[in-house]
Structure formats: structure tokens, C-alpha cells
């Protein structure tokens, strides 16, 4: 076998190592490998192998970390926080009509006011208070979470993924970053497109509550019916067009965002799909044992792995594609560049 033959295996394992690095050192690092392989050498070691991949990988790594501390990360980070802190302040709302109406408990309401103080703060600049704030208010929600999985485990797993947006929340909002950095990127009149947006979606479904009736029947089953579900059918058309629209102006709140920070935050809220389609999906047969059984009946190791398992990788794989994506695009970018100064040097050669 040929040495281009072996440096051409050698370099299918550079593969493990990041474009930019191979741009750089891939020449230089196949003259090494060659020049070390012993003579009649056919393919690379295993221990050869091994440590190209352990390298490559560790390098990889080190570029994730390092372009995790960039501006488009950083930008990505302060604008999710506050998005995700608005979403959580509504969805606390509706539980407090959900739970006990005008009449929640206190802590209903505490949890109410963290959640609008994170706001707060990020709008007014001070970013390691709403960080504060919002791991206090996610700290505090675990806790009766908790609690709660120890009652009723169906109903606490259900609400699993507004605990793992707000630990996201707090972490993002943790990067460093200028003050009010979210909403100089949101812009003023998009920040309020999907406050409005988001808050039109929630107070359907909070109205939806307001309405619901509950009846008894004579063995002691009771039926609950929510209010939009029996209203007329110009009514419930009305409700779904300001669902629509809702939901439209938020989305474009978001769609308008650079491309760089709109796929980051695409990323970041990953996990929280991943995990509330896990339960979704995998869990239906557990709620239901938990239903007829009359007894709780808790996850086992297996089910909790695969909550935690699959939005960690929702995570990863995310960061990777959008890795990904920009190292394409700037290598088309650089072969456009290069491709425009060959015109250009050839009239001049001709």
C-alpha cells in the first residue's frame, strides 16, 4: 500500500477535529503521521486510532466552549432569559385561576411575583438580581414539585417542563452580558408583540377556567366541562382566531431576531420540547396504572434516565447542528470569495 493510500486514512480520522482546525494544522499533521508510520505500514494503529479520535474530540470540545462565550451565545442567553421568564409569568398566572381562582394560596401567588420580578429586573437592567431572582423562584418551585411528585406523581411530571424552562431561564440569565442587552436585541415594539401575544394565549385559557362548571352524578363521578368547549360555534371561531393571532404575534417577535440568536434560542428550548413530548409519549401507560391503581405509582430509574437523557441530548445535538450550519456556511462563504478573486485574476493573466 502507497503512502497516499495511508494518508488518506490518516486523514478520514482527522475528521473527528473541527474544521477550523483542520484548515489550519491538516497538513502539517498527515506529514507527521506518515513520516512516523513504520515501513510496509497499511493502515493506523489501534493506539494510533485512539488518540486521533480522543484528540479530535477534546479539540471539539474546546471550540464548543469557547464559541459558547460568544457574542451570538451570549446575545442568544439574555434574550431567551427574559422570553422565557414572560412565558413562565403567564403560565404561573393561569395556574393560580387553575388552582383555586381568586382564592390561591399564597404561595401561588409568590410564585406569581418571582417570576414578575425576574422581568423586572432584566427590563431594567439588573441582570444579576433577575439571575438571583429567577434560581431563588426555580429553587422554591422544585421544592413543592417535589412535594407534590410525593401525592400526586402524574400531575408533578406533567409540570416537569415549566420547572426545566425556568432552570434554562436561570441559566441563561446567568451569562454575563451588557445591561439590558435582551431587550436592545428584542427591540422595544417586538418585546411587546410577544407580551401581548403571549398574554392573549393565556387569558383564553384563563377564561377558559373562569367557565368551567362542574357536575356530580349519583355514583359520585364528577365531569368537569370548560367553557369555550360549549359555547357556540361563532364563539369558539372567535376564541381560536385570537389564539391564532396570539401565537402569530409572538412568533414573529422571534423570527425577527438575527438568524445567529433566532437558531440559538431554538436550541435552548430543545430540552423543553424534548422533555414534555418524552412524557407525552412514553408516560401514558404510567399515568393510567397511577389512575386505576388508586395508589401513587413512581417512575423507575429507567423513566427518570430517559427525562433527563433525552433533553441533555435535544441540548447537545442542537449546539452541534447550529455548529454546524455556520462552519458550512462559512466555508461556502469562503469558496464564493475565492471563486470571485480567480475572475478577477483571469482577464488579467489572459
Not at 412524557?279 to 423513566?303: C, E, R
Request: aromatic share 8%; charged share 15%; proline share 5%.
Amino acid at each position: 500500500m502507497s503512502d497516499a493510500d495511508l494518508e488518506s486514512r490518516y486523514q478520514r480520522l482527522l475528521v473527528w477535529y473541527p474544521w477550523s482546525h483542520r484548515r489550519v494544522y491538516e497538513e502539517e499533521m498527515l506529514a507527521v503521521l506518515v513520516a512516523g508510520a513504520r515501513p510496509g505500514q497499511r493502515r493506523p494503529t489501534i493506539g494510533e486510532a485512539a488518540n486521533l479520535v480522543v484528540s479530535g474530540l477534546r479539540v471539539r470540545a474546546g471550540a464548543a466552549v469557547t464559541g459558547l462565550a460568544g457574542p451570538a451565545w451570549a446575545d442568544a442567553a439574555a434574550v431567551f432569559g427574559l422570553l422565557a421568564a414572560v412565558v413562565l409569568l403567564s403560565q404561573r398566572v393561569v395556574r393560580l385561576f387553575e388552582l383555586a381562582g381568586p382564592g390561591s394560596s399564597t404561595i401561588a401567588y409568590l410564585r406569581v411575583a418571582g417570576w414578575c420580578a425576574v422581568v423586572l429586573a432584566v427590563l431594567v437592567g439588573l441582570r444579576r438580581s433577575a439571575a438571583a431572582l429567577a434560581w431563588t423562584t426555580v429553587l422554591g418551585e422544585a421544592v413543592l414539585l417535589a412535594r407534590q411528585y410525593g401525592t400526586d406523581p402524574v400531575s408533578a411530571v406533567h409540570l416537569f417542563w415549566p420547572l426545566a424552562l425556568g432552570v434554562l431561564a436561570a441559566a441563561a440569565l446567568t451569562v454575563p452580558a451588557p445591561r439590558r442587552r435582551a431587550a436592545a436585541v428584542l427591540q422595544a415594539h417586538w418585546l411587546l408583540a410577544f407580551v401581548f401575544g403571549v398574554g392573549l394565549v393565556q387569558a383564553i385559557m384563563v377564561i377558559n377556567v373562569l367557565q368551567q362548571r362542574t357536575t356530580w352524578s349519583e355514583g359520585g363521578t364528577f365531569y368537569t366541562f370548560y367553557g369555550l368547549e360549549n359555547q357556540s360555534e361563532a364563539v369558539l371561531t372567535l376564541w381560536l382566531a385570537a389564539v391564532a393571532v396570539g401565537a402569530l404575534a409572538a412568533g414573529l417577535a422571534v423570527l425577527t431576531l438575527p438568524a445567529p440568536v433566532r437558531w440559538r434560542i431554538a436550541v435552548l428550548v430543545a430540552p423543553v420540547g424534548a422533555l414534555a413530548a418524552t412524557v407525552k409519549l412514553t408516560l401514558p401507560g404510567w399515568a393510567d396504572s397511577n389512575f386505576h391503581m388508586g395508589h401513587p405509582i413512581y417512575l423507575v430509574a429507567v423513566q427518570w434516565a430517559l427525562l433527563v437523557v433525552v433533553p441533555l441530548a435535544a441540548l447537545g445535538l442542537g449546539a452541534v447542528l447550529v455548529q454546524w450550519r455556520e462552519q458550512f456556511a462559512r466555508v461556502a462563504a469562503l469558496g464564493r470569495a475565492a471563486d470571485r478573486e480567480r475572475l478577477l485574476i483571469a482577464p488579467e493573466t489572459d
